[in-house]
């Protein structure tokens, strides 16, 4: 009779430890409260900081390069001397230029006595022609010659002027010919007449941002010698999606962050008309559209902040207050809809909500949640509607990310 009783309490021991183990037990969760607050949806993109207006100073004229005294980041006045050039002697000639410069030479005097000849012969014709007219203008005043007649060495007389002045001009051209076939024969350190050396001024005050040469040489006219600009006058660039920039207006409110510094104010200044094809990292080709940033603090804000840094930009495209937000962590999708676990007494149940705006971290709800209900962080897949759950930790109402720095 015992042993029957202590069988059975044995089994029934086992059998409720049994159900105590299999009996489901709550799912710890993380929750959070629903809260009204303000949303920002923003395009966020890597930048780079420029100064508006870069002055690129370069070589007037050919010459040697005196060492430049100045580095990057010093300090410059507008007319200040950046650099000066001292022009270059002659270089010298081997036997084959040489030759060839004084058959040069040769011909332009060969020229010249060919002209001279033609100018005698033009002058002689022109005297002629001048006396030949005096005398028709006698004759034709006592009717001994015709009105054609005399037209006829009139003619004559203003073709042959002509011709004289054609020689003049002729034999000035030859003397120049053999002036610069003269000048093709100078080489080697001929002293130079003018001012030893051509200076280069500053065209604004700033600061010197790169010096290209600084060291003594023969540079060629045109080649770069240093950018100018003025630090204080700071904007960003930002390449965007082109699907990104039509939402973007002139004058959008923006922030810039990630530069080393507290966020600095910005607004958009100008938005490209045109789009330019760019290869991502993953080898997508993208449209992107450049948007230049206006910063709308003074340069002590922004202290160490340089020509061509990069930054990272946030340009708001839409922006509402007093709206309920609910962290992107809590939602699922569930048959092509949005959903939420809401905590209600302990258990979770499934909602479907409407959603409106949203950024990288909320969303605004328009429909299926009020403000002060509790929804359910990372929902798993063990997680389903009718669940008993438990509150491991739960957050406090969302506070999203301002859309630009508070003054």
């Known amino acids: 009779m015992w042993s029957r009783l202590l069988t059975l309490s044995i089994v029934l021991v086992l059998v409720a430890a049994a159900a105590w183990a299999l009996w489901p037990r709550p799912i710890g969760v993380e929750t959070v409260r629903i809260a009204a607050g303000r949303l920002a949806v923003t395009v966020e993109e890597d930048g780079t900081s420029r100064i508006s207006e870069v002055f690129h100073v370069s070589v007037p004229i050919m010459g040697r390069l005196k060492r430049v005294g100045l580095h990057a980041g010093d300090a410059v006045t507008q007319g200040q001397t950046l650099a000066s050039i001292e022009p270059v002697a002659p270089a010298l000639l081997d036997e084959r230029a040489r030759r060839v410069a004084e058959a040069a030479v040769e011909s332009a005097e060969a020229g010249i006595t060919l002209a001279e000849a033609g100018l005698a012969q033009a002058r002689a014709t022109e005297t002629f022609a001048q006396q030949d007219l005096e005398r028709t203008i006698l004759l034709s005043e006592r009717g001994l010659v015709s009105t054609q007649a005399l037209q006829r060495v009139r003619l004559a007389s203003q073709t042959a002027q002509k011709e004289m002045e054609a020689a003049e001009a002729t034999l000035q051209m030859h003397r120049r010919q053999l002036e610069s076939a003269k000048a093709a024969l100078i080489e080697g350190d001929t002293p130079s007449t003018g001012a030893c050396c051509v200076t280069v001024t500053a065209p604004i005050s700033g600061r010197v941002l790169v010096v290209f040469s600084e060291s003594e040489q023969v540079l060629q006219a045109g080649m770069s010698l240093m950018d100018i600009g003025d630090p204080d006058q700071l904007e960003i660039q930002v390449d965007v999606l082109s699907s990104d920039a039509v939402r973007i207006a002139p004058g959008a409110k923006a922030s810039i962050v990630d530069w080393g510094g507290a966020p600095l104010r910005a607004e958009v200044a100008q938005i490209d008309p045109v789009a330019t094809t760019r290869v991502s990292a993953l080898g997508i080709e993208e449209q992107r559209t450049r948007v230049t940033l206006r910063l709308l ?7 160490g902040l340089g020509h061509g840094y990069r930054v990272t930009a946030r340009i708001v495209v839409w922006e509402a207050a007093d709206l309920v937000l609910v962290p992107l962590g809590a939602l699922f999708r569930v048959a092509g809809e949005w959903a939420v676990f809401v905590v ?14 949203r950024n990288g971290e909320y969303a605004e709800v328009a429909d299926g949640l009020a403000v002060g209900e509790t929804v359910i962080m990372h929902p798993g897949d063990t997680l389903a509607d009718g669940r008993a759950v438990e509150a491991q930790d739960e957050r406090a109402p969302p506070l999203p990310r301002p859309a630009e720095p508070r003054t």
């Open 297 to 303: 603090d003074g340069p002590q804000t922004r202290v």
């Open 344 to 357: 209600e007494n302990d258990t979770a149940r499934q909602r479907i909500v409407r959603l409106g705006q």
